[in-house]
């Protein structure tokens, strides 16, 4: 079974970067891949950016086009999401998820394409 461990959230000013991190155990981390999805209070959750099993494509959504950037590291069974020039609406719990199929990834990003998530980590940003 897919474990998905977030970490690096936190607290920042708008303008300032983070970046979180998603440790992935329980199967062949290099084989799928990975995506970060957002959920603020209130709202639906929201595609962030996904990454195919060996990195060489990408997809993000419009809202963080330009700021964010997905990369992983596949002997370290982890993901990221550099974030950059933050703003207060990029505020909310930030999931890591973890494709059903294996070799498979599609560019126009579906949530259903997901089959493990992750407990989530926090990140604020203030004005």
């Known amino acids: 079974q897919v474990q998905l461990v977030e970490s690096g959230g936190g607290l920042v000013q708008a303008g300032d970067s983070l970046r979180l991190s998603c440790a992935s155990s329980?199967?062949?981390?290099?084989?799928?891949?990975m995506g970060w999805f957002r959920q603020a209070p209130g709202k639906e959750r929201e595609f962030v950016a996904a990454?195919?099993?060996?990195?060489?494509?990408?997809s993000y959504g419009d809202s963080v086009k330009g700021r964010f950037t997905i990369s992983r590291d596949n002997a370290k069974n982890t993901v990221f999401l550099q974030m950059n020039s933050l703003k207060p609406e990029d505020t909310a719990v930030y999931y890591c998820?973890?494709?059903?199929?294996?070799?498979?990834?599609?560019?126009?990003?579906?949530?259903?394409?997901?089959?493990?998530w992750g407990q989530g980590t926090q990140v604020t940003v203030s004005s």
């Open positions: 329980g199967r062949t981390f290099s084989s799928y891949a």
């Open positions: 990454i195919s099993w060996n990195g060489g494509s990408t």
């Open positions: 998820a973890s494709y059903r199929d294996s070799n498979w990834f599609r560019v126009v990003v579906r949530s259903l394409d997901f089959g493990s």
